[in-house]
């Protein structure tokens, strides 16, 4: 397996926001987590980022522990898990460019990658734009770019569709699916949109803790 | 992209507080920089300039006002007291050395010492070309003096009644230049030295007849002597043999500058300690920019831990933004402080006092330096941590 998650309970206080059902992804497998309103699916894909802890429970990818009992050594994690966010939070100090280089800065490898992968997203022209002068999904291949630039084995995407119409929520499916394939990375898409559910064999159903 | 690269983009969204905290903790440096070298330069100077010197015998007066005039040659003379002092002086058996110094008149407001060989011996000092006075009416000049004066061997000059500029001429007592001395960095440099006739010379005039000519001889004076013990009993004894003597008194450097220090040291230590303040106000600057950089950039700092940045990699780039602000602050402070150094040194210069140069800051350097990056490591440490330990998850949830 290259993803197992075992386990997994998150709460703030003694309010519990997470309760996932165990899973695991093998090679080439994608999925989609959907759940209502307050289940925890962005919760869920901030664990699997590793950046937040879950209270109890565990990730592993590809043999890793996500969060090693003696503290947190993530130093490994920008090579191997790119994360496109709903709010898809880019720096709004840097250039498309640098957007996408720093994620290759803070994982160790080469800045040379992200340019090209820029021009293949078609935005060859738009590289030394801030983020404040790109359009929506202008923004949104940004942050796909800067997800994927590092080749990561797990990519995941927080409800990438909320704010498309069908025909721009398909593409910028299509997109993911696409650069996941390329990068042979394992595919999980929070969504609560049944455009995009139906499009993934694997669904893992969150519920709203009790 | 380089991690100077992110963390100066960073900084050019908040330019007016990165440039005012650089500016207040460049300001902290540079008044730093000042009060280390004056101190430090002004005391080596100080020592320098008394060294070898155990006592200094001359008229009664200020003794402080004596050590300076006849030591360091920055203040009028009290007085004169008869050649023959001189020769009281070697004959006692606790005495070393006597050189007597024959002061009152200057050229171009550096001073005129009619002296003997020994008070260059007893500065070290050697000539750096022609040769020594042979002569009365011959003169040495020290390597400051030949510098703004231009004089050289082969030069001629006429000295100055008085020890400040704009005195009269003695236009009938011509001194022939034949040597200049190297650079010792005492007060040596800043004197034209000569032999003590030149005085009699020049103030005495030609006797009419062998009888005056004895009479002037008589009643020939020194203005002051410098003073070295044979042994440690000397210091004991000396001086209250001098100061039992009506006309005389007895001064010691080491003591009359220990006083000295006790009454300027207040202003020299209040001045060092607004340094320190200032370099406190700096730390609490930088910590306040560094502070509201963390706070008003959490979400750009969530942000790269989202994408790979590690714990410790953030907190390495606060404590980088810290080093660069400590650096360019360190360098304008730098600057500012050698400048200063420099004005306050050319005033001296042209009071022909103590010499102060810019180009001795080395000794402070490491000072300076060590003080700029422990304040801007302690500014970043909290930061740092903070940045760290942040909930990034909720950090990026609120942006």
């Known amino acids: ?210 | 992209m380089t991690a100077v690269g992110l963390v100066v983009a960073q900084m050019r969204r908040r330019p007016l507080q990165t440039v005012l905290g650089v500016a207040l903790l460049a300001l902290g440096i540079a008044t730093l920089v000042f009060v280390v070298v004056v101190q430090s330069q002004l005391t080596r100077q100080l020592e320098r300039d008394a060294r070898n010197i155990d006592l200094v015998v001359g008229a009664k007066g200020s003794p402080l006002q004596l050590v300076l005039s006849a030591v360091y040659q920055v203040d009028v003379p009290t007085g004169n007291v008869p050649l023959a002092t001189v020769d009281l002086l070697r004959g006692n058996r606790l005495v070393r050395q006597a050189i007597p110094l024959a002061m009152g008149d200057s050229y171009r407001g550096f001073r005129i010492v009619g002296t003997e060989p020994a008070f260059l011996e007893l500065h070290e000092a050697a000539l750096a070309s022609g040769r020594m006075w042979s002569a009365p009416m011959q003169a040495v000049v020290g390597s400051e003096v030949a510098l703004e004066t231009g004089l050289a061997p082969g030069a001629e000059f006429f000295g100055t009644h008085g020890i400040a500029e704009g005195g009269a001429v003695h236009e009938d007592a011509r001194y022939r230049v034949v040597g200049v001395l190297a650079r010792t960095q005492s007060v040596i440099d800043r004197l034209v030295l000569t032999d003590k006739a030149s005085f009699w010379h020049v103030h005495e005039g030609d006797a009419v007849d062998e009888a005056e000519r004895r009479i002037l001889e008589a009643e020939r004076e020194v203005t002051a002597i410098l003073v070295r013990y044979a042994s440690p009993m000397g210091a004991a004894i000396v001086p209250r043999q001098i100061n039992a003597e009506s006309r005389l008194q007895a001064a010691s450097p080491a003591s009359e500058i220990a006083r000295l220090f006790a009454v300027v040291g207040v202003g020299i230590e209040t001045m060092r300690g607004f340094a320190w303040i200032l370099v406190g106000s700096s730390l609490l600057a930088l910590f306040v920019t560094l502070f509201n950089a963390l706070e008003e950039r959490r979400y750009d700092i969530a942000i790269m831990r989202l994408v790979g940045a590690s714990s410790a990699r953030v907190a390495g780039l606060l404590l980088l933004e810290a080093w660069l602000l400590a650096g360019v602050a360190l360098a304008l402070g730098l600057a500012l402080g050698v400048a200063a150094v420099a004005v306050v040194g050319s005033w001296l210069a042209e009071a022909r006092a103590f010499s102060l140069s810019a180009s001795a800051i080395g000794p402070a350097m490491g000072l300076v330096v060590t003080v700029a990056l422990a304040v801007a490591t302690l500014a970043a440490v909290l930061p740092a941590w903070r940045a760290a330990r942040m909930d990034v998850s909720r950090v990026l949830a609120m942006g």
């Open chain 1, 1 to 210: 397996m290259v993803l197992t998650a075992q386990s997994i309970l998150h709460r703030y206080g003694a309010i519990t926001v997470l309760q996932a059902p165990d899973f695991e992804l093998g090679e080439h497998e994608h999925c989609a987590v959907v759940g209502p309103s307050g289940s925890g699916k962005s919760t869920l894909l901030n664990v699997l980022a590793g950046i937040l802890r879950p209270s109890v429970g565990s990730i592993v990818l590809e043999g890793d522990d996500l969060y090693p009992p003696a503290g947190r050594d993530d130093r490994w994690r920008g090579r191997r898990i790119g994360v496109v966010p709903q709010k898809l939070h880019l720096l709004a100090s840097l250039s498309a460019l640098d957007n996408v280089a720093i994620a290759c800065h803070f994982a160790g490898t080469s800045e040379l990658a992200a340019a090209p992968l820029l021009e293949q997203l078609g935005l060859a022209d738009r590289v030394w734009a801030k983020p404040a002068e790109l359009s929506l999904g202008e923004q949104q291949r940004v942050a796909i770019a800067r997800a994927v630039v590092n080749h990561p084995r797990l990519l995941l995407a927080d409800e990438p569709t909320s704010s498309l119409d069908d025909d721009n929520a398909q593409r910028v499916l299509d997109l993911l699916l696409k650069v996941a394939h390329t990068a042979r990375a394992l595919l999980v898409v929070a969504t609560h949109d049944a455009r995009i559910r139906a499009r993934f064999a694997r669904v893992i159903q969150l519920e709203r803790p009790a």
